[in-house]
C-alpha cells in the first residue's frame, strides 16, 4: 500500500513541523494561506482508531502550533477540523486534521460556511431538537 502522508522522508519541503509522533505540512490544495495538516506518523484512517494519548499528543502539538502559524501567515481566528471517509471528503487516507486560518477577506471556505449562515430556512423548531437529541439520546446510551 502506498500511502502518500506514510513517506513524510520525501516531504521536506513542506514539513513546517515534526517530532516524534506528529508531523505538520502546508496544504497543496488551500483553503486559505497558511493552511496546514496536521498528521500522525503511525497511519491510521480516522481519529478513533487513534489511543487516547496519540490523541492528546496530536491535540497537543495543534494547541501549540496554533498561535505561531497564526502569528506567521498573520491570521487571528481560524477553523480546525477533519474529514473522515470519502463521503465527509476525504482526501488521503491517513488522518490529518485541517487548521485554516481565517481573515476578514472571503476564502474558499465561505462557500461551505455560507450555506450555514444564510440558510435560516433550516432552522430546526425547539419540538424537532428536542426529538432529534431524544433519538441519538437513546442509541449511545
Ligand atoms: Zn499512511
Known sequence: MSCRF???ENMKE????????VYAIV???PLSHGH???ISKRHVER???LGIREITTLFQTIKNLIPQLLNAVKARDYNLFI???SQANQSVSHLHVHIVPRRSSRNHLDVFFDAFVEE???RLSKEAIKRVAYSIREKIH
Open 120 to 122: 435560516e430556512s433550516r
Open 83 to 85: 474529514n473522515a471517509g
Open 14 to 21: 513542506e514539513i513546517i513541523y515534526s517530532d516524534e509522533d
Open 36 to 38: 496546514v495538516l496536521v
Open 6 to 8: 506514510c513517506h513524510f
Open 27 to 29: 496544504s497543496d490544495t
Open 47 to 49: 481519529l478513533e482508531e
